[in-house]
């Protein structure tokens, strides 16, 4: 169970503001105003973030996957807690926010890769209610140059 003093919030157009100011320990980034504006103009695109004394000490994304030919599932992106809220619920609560939106929206499954050596995060995932560990997987991925903008 989460610590009682988190609270946790769907971003929206009402709700951004909330996790731009004081976010940027949680992102590998600073935020992009532009790739933020679509992210919330998408309806396919989920972001639950958790707050203390109002400011954002943890997040988890998603992403609705279609194809032509199965239900929809949930992609859940990446998932992060500030270290001294780690190990009190925060993403496990987070998480099962994202499962639950899920089930609404229809999708047959839920789903996240992380490295095997990541413990905390696998302890995490595991006590979501409902996980189950697919075992190991093989990773393909592309380093896409983009031009500076």
Not at 96 to 122: I, Y
């Amino acid at each position: 169970m989460a610590a009682p003093d988190i609270r946790f919030v769907e971003l929206t157009a009402e709700t951004a503001a909330a996790l731009t100011d004081g976010a940027d320990a949680l992102f590998d980034n600073p935020l992009r105003p532009d790739s933020l504006k679509a992210f919330l103009d998408d309806p396919n695109h989920l972001l639950w973030f958790a707050a203390a004394a109002g400011q954002p000490v943890g997040f988890a994304s998603a992403s609705l996957l279609l194809h032509p030919d199965k239900a929809p599932q949930l992609f859940i992106n990446e998932v992060e807690v500030l270290e001294r809220f780690r190990r009190k619920g925060v993403g496990r609560a987070l998480v099962a926010r994202l499962v639950e939106a899920a089930r609404a929206r229809g999708c047959d499954c839920a789903w996240l890769g992380t490295d095997t050596d990541n413990t905390g995060g696998n302890a995490c995932f595991a006590s979501v209610p409902g996980a189950q560990n697919a075992g190991p997987f093989m990773l393909n991925g592309w380093e896409l140059d983009q031009p500076d903008t």
